[in-house]
Structures are given as C-alpha cells and as structure tokens.
C-alpha cells in the first residue's frame, strides 16, 4: 500500500519535496510477516543520507526503530525553456522581417537527493497502532530531523491494512 504523508525538516536552509512510503506484508501459508515500511524522500541537495536511528511516535508513546536498507542518491534535473529574445529598436519593420517571434532557450538544472529506508513494524507496534489516535515517524539526515505526519484519514487505512489477513475486501 503505497501512501504519502505530510514532512517536515526541522532546518530552515533545507526542504523535502516529495515524501512517502510503501507499507508492505506478505502472507505466506497463512503466516502474516511483521509490517515493513519503505520511506522514500526527495529534498534539498543540502540533505544529507538518513542515519540509522529512527522514531516512530504512536499516540504519546516513542519506540526507537532502526532503518535498514538505506540509500542515498542524487538527482539532476535540466529544464529548458524558449523564452522571448531581447528585441532591439527597428526589430521586426523593413527587410527581413519574419513572422516568426525571435526566441533564445534558458538552461537551468535542478539537483534533488532521494533518501530512501526500510523500518520493520514489531507486533507490539502493530498492536498499539490498531488503537490509536495518532501515528507520526521521525527520521535523520545528519543532525536534522525529518518528521512525517500521519492524517487521521491514513491512520484509518493503516489501521484496516493491519487487520487484514489477506482475505479478499469486498
């Protein structure tokens, strides 16, 4: 079940502009696995890789969990754009003219970092997310935190993920 949640970066000089995550179990011979959740993370090039500690907040409580899998890579994007040329006095009236607007292309790059990690959900966690109010991760680049926010709506499908066991929903 792939899902995105709201983030933010406790430091002003860096942002996260894509978030989310794949929640995943499989259900083999009618044995449920533990729950696992892929973060993937596309911000600043400022944002460091994510560390190996992780929070998850459920309701008041905080457990430490610890990302696997992690991965770091950077992304470059170039945009090009036609834009008007600068026109001259005299520009367009006598010979020559054509009625073809003059046009010059902009360059610009945009370089992204996509941090990505895996957090195994315990039984327990289960557990306590099946009553709860609230859900929220925290994971680090560096010395900064990254916060995702779980809306009460995901909550409620995460919730009916949990207590599914693989029946087919109707």
Known sequence: MDMDHEAKVDNP????YSYGGQYAKEIKN????QITLIIRIQGSETLAALGPEAYI??????TKLFLSDSNYSTNQVTVRTQ???????GIGF???????PATSTRTSTLTTNILSGKLTFTKEMENDIL????L???????ND???????????EIIQKFIKNRGEVQK
């Not at 000089?13 to 996260?16: G, I, P």
């Not at 009553?131 to 609230?134: E, L, P, Q, T, Y």
């Not at 929220?136 to 560096?142: D, F, K, N, P, V």
């Open 13 to 16: 000089n860096k942002s996260v």
């Open 136 to 142: 929220q991760y925290r994971l680090y680049s560096a």
């Open 30 to 33: 009618g044995v449920i696995s």
């Open 57 to 62: 907040k459920i309701d008041r409580k905080s």
């Open 131 to 134: 009553s709860a109010k609230s």
């Open 145 to 155: 935190a990254i916060d995702l926010f779980v809306s009460d709506s995901q909550l």
């Open 83 to 89: 834009v008007p040329a600068n026109m001259g006095p």
């Open 94 to 100: 006598g010979y020559g003219y054509s009625a073809v």
